[in-house]
């Protein structure tokens, strides 16, 4: 599968964004998708997975309350919806996919990534 990642930008802090992944190919609904972020002079983080129907969603703490995962199958797409952002979301946001069953926080669980898109809050 092939992820492309699109949707990031330059925003004000309180405001919002959604990122989109657009993944080829027709075995979408079998993936766990996954979204990532890595900061400057950080590790990739995880930020947020969904199951493969999207009945099960899974956040890091920080992001609990004002981002939203969700997945549309009839358009291959894996969205985040980001509200309230801060200057610390501030990262370079990567959606991955995964092949097994359950959704997890490891980059490990995940073996497709896209090229990311650039997420960027000013105070």
């Known amino acids: 599968v092939q992820l492309q990642a699109s949707g990031g930008g330059l925003v004000q802090a309180g405001g919002s964004l959604r990122l989109s992944c657009a993944a080829s190919?027709?075995?979408?609904?079998?993936?766990?998708m996954g979204w990532f972020r890595q900061a400057p002079g950080k590790e990739r983080e995880f930020v947020a997975a969904?199951?493969?129907?999207?009945?099960?969603?899974k956040y890091t703490d920080s992001v609990k309350g004002r981002f939203t995962i969700s997945r549309d199958r009839a358009k291959n797409t894996v969205y985040l919806q980001m509200n309230s952002l801060k200057p610390e979301d501030t990262a370079v946001y990567y959606c991955?996919?995964?092949?097994?069953?359950?959704?997890?926080?490891?980059?490990?669980?995940?073996?497709?990534w896209g090229q990311g898109t650039q997420v960027t809050v000013s105070s």
């Open positions: 991955a996919a995964g092949e097994g069953e359950s959704i997890g926080s490891s980059s490990g669980t995940y073996d497709y």
């Open positions: 969904i199951s493969r129907w999207g009945t099960t969603t």
């Open positions: 190919g027709r075995t979408f609904s079998t993936y766990v």
